[in-house]
């Protein structure tokens, strides 16, 4: 269930602000609220946004168990690992908040975004689907196969990547930041 809330996020994510040419009318807003309302229950938008934040905080506390620097000051002083724990938790209660105060923008750009891709006939469809066992099948198995052992290790290999060159990239882009027009002055 998790991961149809990223995908349904990510279609929520405009590239850009959208203007009022491009708001969808009332009706199909409507209907794409009905369709939410099965696709993703709000009952478990909160679970969602828990999920996230831990799987967020997840990748962050795997980093820094992989930083050699950190590592030998939390053996040096072990009350690091306490402040690193605070930190953390500072950071899910802020990131929390954040969530309950935007959550309603969050579900209205979500519905907008369907109602500017669907029409109305289309999420009546949707939510018909999502209504039926293989429509809840679907949605409840989803997360189990984007969670599959062989798609979790390539999506550690990638944040493994990434991670790895990260310091070098940053540099490359320092570098190059400190040429454009000729040179640092």
């Known amino acids: 269930m998790i991961e149809i809330f990223i995908v349904l996020a990510a279609a ?22 009905d369709a939410l309302d099965v696709l993703a229950p709000p ?4 679970a969602f946004f828990d999920q996230a934040i831990s799987s967020t905080l ?3 506390t795997d980093g820094l168990d992989r930083n050699s620097s950190l590592q030998q000051a939390v053996e040096a002083k072990p009350e690091v690992r306490i ?22 923008a969050f579900n209205e ?22 209504s039926q066992p293989v429509g809840r099948k679907y949605l ?3 997360g189990g196969l984007l969670g599959d052992p062989e798609l979790a290790a390539w999506t550690a290999e990638m944040t493994r990547r990434t991670q790895g060159r990260m310091h070098g990239e940053a540099e490359n882009l320092r570098l190059q930041v400190m040429n454009v027009g000729g040179g640092a002055k």
């Open 83 to 104: 402040v690193i724990g605070n930190f953390l938790q500072r950071q899910r209660d802020l990131i929390s908040q954040d969530i309950k105060e935007t959550e309603p």
């Open 12 to 33: 929520a994510t405009p590239a850009a602000p959208a203007s009022a040419a491009t708001m969808p009318d009332a009706q199909r807003v409507a209907a794409a609220r």
């Open 109 to 130: 750009a979500m519905a907008r975004a369907y109602a500017r891709r669907f029409t109305v006939e289309e999420l009546k469809k949707l939510r018909g689907f999502f």
């Open 140 to 142: 409840s198995t989803i």
């Open 58 to 60: 997840k990748s962050f």
């Open 43 to 46: 009952e478990g938008r909160r």
